[in-house]
């Protein structure tokens, strides 16, 4: 029972590795991507940080709306 107890830690741990690395990976390339967008089209498109100031805005006006 011990030995399986260990294993499925040791397989939890794996996991959980893997899915911060993978994530890692993931945030990375999709800055590097921003990155590179910006700097290949100037600043003609939103970039992440004005795309995440109108989904905050958004949700703020939402919540506030709801509470009013």
């Given at each position: 029972m011990d030995a399986?107890?260990?294993l499925?830690?040791?397989n939890l741990?794996?996991?959980l590795?893997?899915?911060?690395v993978g994530l890692g990976y993931g945030?990375?390339?999709?800055?590097?991507?921003?990155i590179l967008a910006?700097?290949?089209?100037?600043?003609?498109g939103a970039s992440l940080y004005e795309w995440q100031l109108v989904?905050?805005?958004l949700?703020?006006?939402d919540s506030l709306r709801r509470s009013l």
């Open positions: 399986l107890n260990n499925v830690m040791t741990l794996t996991n590795l893997f899915l911060i945030v990375t390339f999709v800055l590097m991507k921003e910006g700097l290949s089209f100037g600043h003609n989904a905050s805005n949700y703020r006006s």
